[in-house]
C-alpha cells in the first residue's frame, strides 16, 4: 500500500533496493519473508518507518471508517465498481488521472 500511496512502481523500488521486481511481487504478497535488513532499506525508500511496514504504526491510511465515510458519498460505490471493471491498467489509470484533474488535484489520502 505504501509503495502505491507514492506512486511507485515494483520495478522502481526493486531498482532502488538492488533486487528483481519479481521479488518486490513475492514480498508483497508474502510468499518470501523480507530479511531485517531488507525491511530497514525498503522502509527507507518508503520514507516510512519500519514499525507502519510490520503494522505496528499508523501510516496515513484510510481507517475503515473513514473508508466507509468515503463511499457513503452518493456515486461513489457506482464509481468503484465500474473501476474495477476495466480490465485495462493504463485505462485504469487514466480514469484516476480524469478524477484527480475534476477534484481540483492530488486526492487526499490521510487517515482520520
Known amino acids: 500500500m505504501r509503495r502505491k500511496t ?18 518486490v511481487q513475492k514480498y508483497e ?15 527507507k ?4 518507518p519500519v514499525a507502519f511496514l510490520v503494522g505496528e504504526e499508523p501510516g496515513g491510511f484510510p481507517t475503515d471508517e473513514t473508508l466507509l465515510t468515503m463511499l457513503a458519498f452518493p456515486g461513489a460505490i457506482d ?8 480490465e485495462d491498467a493504463q485505462s485504469r489509470t487514466a480514469v484516476v488521472s480524469v478524477a484527480r ?12
Open 6 to 23: 507514492l506512486g511507485l512502481t515494483q520495478t522502481a523500488l526493486a531498482e532502488a533496493l538492488g533486487i528483481t521486481f519479481q521479488q
Open 29 to 43: 504478497r508474502g510468499a518470501n519473508r523480507v530479511s531485517a535488513s531488507m525491511l530497514v532499506r525498503a522502509a
Open 101 to 112: 484533474a475534476l477534484s481540483g488535484g492530488e486526492t487526499k489520502r490521510s487517515a482520520a
Open 79 to 86: 464509481l468503484l465498481h465500474a473501476y474495477t471493471a476495466i
Open 45 to 48: 525508500r518508503l520514507d516510512c
